[in-house]
């Protein structure tokens, strides 16, 4: 930010005043933080909307093909959308309506109790709910788009409960792996002790996981308010296969909403996978991706 000589006087006082994460204010950030507030005002609006779980809609049968001799294509798995902290199934409005119009016949948003207090208890929860969705649907498998805390409930469920017999993808938006130490008023929370660096979960988290067979997309925000620090959103474990993307110029509550990033989602859980690889299932290490998005 230009600092006028008019302003210059000033600047000690708001550099005592701000934090220090804020002194360096850029016409990027502010975009990114008026970009926030709208989304934090419409969800707002559209909260009570998603206060109870959805209605399970039955599967719609698939159209018919128009040659009857052309070989079927492989259906694509249900994606389960799990939301965040303090939050419900109506963040993904617009990220279901993508997914939906290219091409996901089965696309739900699973709502967790705002009294949850454990991670794990709630990771239970959450395979139960899949083994139903896949007895409902008659497919094997589902993909998992996590926000924030709905991503560690879900890594939770995938590395320590066995989860990734049934999910074969795992995109997590601004999701603490490593823990976040933001607002430390919030510990008072159970579940915000659980997302603390060095948390007992968290640890759990970082223990060796070989043979994991689900696939991991991480999305992280380097303008993320949420996270402490930033580079606590991505995944950084010997035994998972992972992939890291960078998403500049939004916010945390963006991730879930901007289309860049719903366009990058689908491009994750559309890639084919290739086969789990020997390493992976033999313990040694499976590797990380890295990779970047920014968001004009």
């Given amino acids: 930010m230009k600092v006028t000589g008019v302003a210059a006087p000033f600047l000690p006082l708001c550099q005592r005043l701000l934090p220090s994460r804020l002194a360096g204010l850029s016409m990027t950030l502010l975009k990114a933080t008026a ?40 259906a694509k798995p249900p994606v389960v959308l799990l939301h965040g902290f303090i939050d419900n199934r109506s963040v993904f409005v617009l990220l279901r309506r993508s997914l939906a119009q290219q091409g996901r016949r089965q696309v739900e948003s699973l709502n967790y109790s705002p009294l949850t207090c454990d991670i794990r208890t709630a990771a ?7 083994e139903e969705i896949c007895e409902r649907t008659g497919s094997k498998e589902v993909d998992i788009v996590g926000h924030s ?16 017999l049934r999910v074969r993808t795992l995109v997590t938006l601004g999701t603490p792996h ?12 159970p579940i915000v002790r659980q997302m603390r660096p060095g948390s007992p979960v968290i640890e759990e988290l970082t223990r060796p996981a ?11 925000s380097d303008l993320d308010h949420l996270m402490e620090p930033l580079e ?16 500049s110029g939004i916010g945390h509550l963006a991730l879930p909403v901007h289309p860049a990033v719903a366009t990058g989602i689908r491009q994750a859980l559309d890639t084919p996978l290739p086969e789990t690889p020997a390493a992976t299932r033999t313990g040694t290490r499976a590797g990380t991706r890295t990779g970047g998005l920014t968001v004009a």
Avoid at 149 to 162: D, K, P, S
Avoid at 210 to 220: D, E
């Fill in 178 to 189: 490593s823990g976040t130490a933001v607002v430390p008023l919030a510990s008072a929370h």
């Fill in 124 to 130: 239970e929860l959450l395979g139960r709910h899949i």
């Fill in 149 to 164: 805390l709905g991503g560690l409930i879900a890594r939770y469920y995938v590395q320590r409960l066995g989860g990734d």
């Fill in 210 to 220: 070989p043979g994991c067979r689900t696939h991991f997309v991480s999305f992280w």
């Fill in 232 to 247: 606590t959103a991505c995944i950084d474990h010997p035994d998972l296969i992972a992939q890291n993307v960078q998403v």
């Fill in 35 to 74: 970009l926030e507030i709208v989304i934090l005002a419409g969800h707002l609006l559209l909260y009570p909307s998603g206060i109870t779980q959805e209605r399970r809609e039955p599967l719609p049968e698939p159209p018919a093909p128009e040659d009857a001799t052309r070989l079927p294509t492989e």
